[in-house]
T-cell receptor, first 113, second 117 residues
Framework: EAGVTQFPSHSVIEKGQTVTLRCDPI?????LYWYRRVMGKEIKFLLHFVKESKQDESGMPNNRFLAERTGGTYSTLKVQPAELEDSGVYFC???????????FGPGTRLTVL | AQKITQTQPGMFVQEKEAVTLDCTYDTSDPSYGLFWYKQPSSGEMIFLIYQGSYDQQNATEGRYSLNFQKARKSANLVISASQLGDSAMYFCAMREAFTGGGNKLTFGTGTQLKVEL
């Protein structure tokens, strides 16, 4: 069974540019989560999808971040325009039920110059 | 206040020895779950073990066990018979059933474990 996959693994962009991160959850997992870890700090929750609906987006830092999950399958997280403080590792996780363990992807390392 | 505190930024242990990684938590939620994840240098986050707040017994998974002391609000991870492959960053996390929305995980800052020969 394939795990959670994320693309790209690394992205280096300049301040003001746009970047789109993609996450493919484990097949059959309705719950999809985005987290990020800014350098030296703890991993923080961004948002949670149940199928295509946003269940909780309380962790989204500002309106430069837009997450979508069309058709309830893969999800994208777009940052537009990117700022220096957006640099970090963005993790995606999925789970079968909301109370089950979350399986994480390998993360996307985003560097904004 | 920090919800999850991991006070050991780095730990060393000799191969085949046991090691305890500390985790304390803060919540007023009566129902919560505690998780440990391992992040090797390759970057992926690997789920290790789970303890529910109502579980009567400490969770165990192979060489991993969770020393759950509810009154002290601690959930320490014990790794027995350490192996070189255990060298990694270890994160403690909590899910709160009500106050935390029931789904999102709150993480500590992690403990970097290095297993030596």
């Amino acid at each position: 069974e394939a795990g959670v996959t994320q693309f790209p693994s690394h992205s280096v962009i300049e301040k003001g540019q746009t970047v789109t991160l993609r996450c493919d959850p484990i097949s059959g997992h309705d719950n999809l989560y985005w987290y990020r870890r800014v350098m030296g700090k703890e991993i923080k929750f961004l948002l949670h999808f149940v199928k295509e609906s946003k269940q909780d987006e309380s962790g989204m830092p500002n309106n430069r971040f837009l997450a979508e999950r069309t058709g309830g399958t893969y999800s994208t997280l777009k940052v537009q325009p990117a700022e220096l403080e957006d640099s970090g590792v963005y993790f995606c996780a999925s789970s079968q039920g909301t109370l089950n363990e979350q399986f994480f992807g390998p993360g996307t390392r985003l560097t904004v110059l | 206040a920090q919800k999850i505190t991991q006070t050991q930024p780095g730990m060393f242990v000799q191969e085949k020895e046991a090691v305890t990684l500390d985790c304390t938590y803060d919540t007023s939620d009566p129902s919560y779950g505690l998780f440990w994840y391992k992040q090797p240098s390759s970057g992926e986050m690997i789920f290790l073990i789970y303890q529910g707040s109502y579980d009567q017994q400490n969770a165990t998974e192979g060489r991993y066990s969770l020393n759950f002391q509810k009154a002290r609000k601690s959930a320490n991870l014990v790794i027995s018979a350490s192996q070189l492959g255990d060298s990694a960053m270890y994160f403690c996390a909590m899910r709160e059933a009500f106050t935390g929305g029931g789904n999102k995980l709150t993480f500590g800052t992690g403990t970097q474990l290095k297993v030596e020969l």
